[in-house]
């Protein structure tokens, strides 16, 4: 049994980190994987260390090493861990003045989801659907109800718009539509691991309650299963409401998965043989 576990476990993290990795560039070093674009240096999903192993200081200290010399471009350390990141790892983030955000639980599907699929349901293909994404996300962004409150500049929704469309193909994006208008966006994607992702499902506010976003769910889970996925996932931000949908759906909890970050302006700072922290206000 705790090998099914494991394996499980196994097969939902290493899909997620597939997913972050798309569209961008991906380094790896002796003890985590550097995921970089220098066009969009605002954009946590775009510039980060994940698929950490270090455990001693030495190895944890060769980690922050690989962020200053592939993330220099970046206003932000982020780093993204997992059931299989080491606990020492993870520790020193704390201790170093990492910001914890909060975790995300990652769902796995059990049976068929309880609901009906969406029939108005387009997939992105020519740049007047990715025109309505953009704008779709952006009120996704203004709203800051999938970014801890945060509102989110719009030069970084350019980004990550940006970076969608780099994952196109892989990955997959579609929009709902009511009376020909799109209301709803979401995406989905076949893991090289063999689950089935889905992921950045929005929908507007005058427009929920309405049954859109459960149908997108099953449409995609769909999709996945008829493509051979063994395990079809997606993730409820811990505290957001979307996960008592998610359960009610039939999908149950199986792991968390957490992102810390810190202002690069706070990272210590080496002179003459001794860390000090640097203190400038961001």
């Not at 060769?62 to 206003?75: C, E, I, K, Y």
């Not at 709902?176 to 889905?198: E, F, K, L, R």
């Not at 889970?221 to 996960?243: D, I, K, N, P, T």
Request: glycine letters at 10%.
């Amino acid at each position: 049994m705790e090998r099914t576990l494991d394996l499980r476990l196994r097969t939902i993290v290493e899909a997620y980190r597939w997913q972050r990795g798309l569209g961008h560039q991906t380094v790896e070093t002796q003890y985590a994987r550097v995921v970089r674009n220098p066009d969009h240096p605002e954009v946590w999903d775009a510039n980060h260390i994940d698929t950490v192993t270090a455990e001693t200081p030495e190895q944890i200290d060769g980690v922050f090493q690989a962020m200053s010399d592939h993330l220099g471009h970046s206003p932000w350390g982020v780093i993204h861990t997992d059931p299989f990141t080491p606990e020492p790892f993870t520790a020193r983030l704390a201790l170093d003045g990492f910001k914890e955000q909060p975790a995300v639980i990652q769902m796995r599907l059990e049976g068929q989801v309880r609901a009906r699929s969406i029939t108005d349901l387009n997939p992105v293909e020519n740049e007047s659907d990715w025109e309505a994404l953009a704008a779709l996300v952006r009120r996704d962004h203004e709203e800051g109800a999938r970014t801890g409150g945060a509102v989110l500049a719009p030069e970084v929704t350019d980004g990550i718009v940006a970076g969608y469309r780099a994952k196109q193909g892989a990955y997959r994006f579609h929009l709902a539509c009511v009376d020909g208008q799109p209301v709803a966006y979401g995406a989905s994607a076949t893991a090289p691991s063999g689950a089935g992702i889905i992921e950045d499902l929005f929908t507007l506010p005058a427009y929920r309650r309405q049954g859109i976003a459960s149908g997108m769910i099953a449409a995609f889970a769909g999709e996945l299963r008829a493509c051979g996925c063994s395990s079809v996932f997606l993730g409820a931000v811990v505290g957001g409401q979307a996960r008592y949908l998610y359960a009610k759906l039939g999908f149950r909890p199986l792991l968390l998965t957490r992102c810390w970050v810190r202002s690069r302006a706070h990272e210590p700072e080496k002179t003459e043989g001794r860390t000090t922290r640097l203190t400038r206000d961001t």
